[in-house]
């Protein structure tokens, strides 16, 4: 896939790495192409850096990992998003998030042309998207949202980052209960003192 990656940091940066290494083509999309955070990202294979707007024409699938503040701004920067497929792995943290919006990707869906907005990867930190395995184990990724098309891409893109599965939670009416899903990760890790080393596994019998 041709993917462009808007947010360099470390879950931008993250996922960029696993999916170059997985074969993906990587287009950072940056405001300054000279000056950006993650440079070290343009030593993975098939990555390279652009404006963001150039980054959405080259790409079939955009993901955004920005600070959530930032959401509307971003959204209307990427150009005609039309036919392409938006992943939202952004949260609203600490009441900082698009003004007017409960969570980001509304917010998304009311600033851009294509429909095909998903929610997945913010329900963990970073550093377990470079890292998946816990002992022999693979932790398991969610993802909500109407479009089947976004769910069957997210869903390809959290294999090739190394999860073990991607579960579907719903339509866009479970957007915001995936930010809450994201707040108990950091409710545990952070302020539970339980530290960032934890994931979440569906098990079944």
């Known amino acids: 896939m041709n993917i462009a990656i808007i947010g360099t940091g470390n879950v931008g940066g993250a996922l960029a790495t696993k999916w170059a290494k997985a074969g993906h083509n990587i287009f950072l999309g940056v ?38 503040k ?8 990427l150009g005609n998003t039309s036919g392409k497929v938006i992943i939202d792995a952004m949260n609203i943290v600490m009441k900082q998030g698009p003004d007017g919006f409960n969570n980001t990707a509304d917010a998304i869906l009311a600033h851009t042309e294509t429909k095909d907005v998903v929610k997945c990867f913010n329900t963990t930190g970073f550093n377990n998207m470079e890292n998946t395995n816990y002992g022999d184990i693979s932790i398991d990724l ?51 003192r339980q530290g960032r080393d934890i994931g979440f596994k569906l098990l079944k019998r």
Request: with cysteine; charged share 25%; proline share 1%.
């Open 31 to 68: 405001q300054d192409t000279q000056n950006f955070k993650g440079q070290e990202l343009l030593k993975n294979a098939n990555t390279t850096v652009h404006s963001i707007h150039e980054a959405v024409a080259k790409s079939e699938v955009i993901l955004l990992a920005t600070p959530a």
């Open 70 to 77: 930032a959401t509307i701004e971003v959204v209307k920067s």
């Open 142 to 192: 969610f993802v909500a949202g109407d479009s089947e098309k976004g769910k069957s891409v997210a869903k390809q893109l959290t294999k090739d980052a190394g999860f073990a599965e991607c579960y579907d939670i719903g339509g866009n009416d479970k957007f915001e209960l995936m930010e809450q899903f994201a707040w108990f990760w950091i409710n545990l890790a952070i302020f539970q």
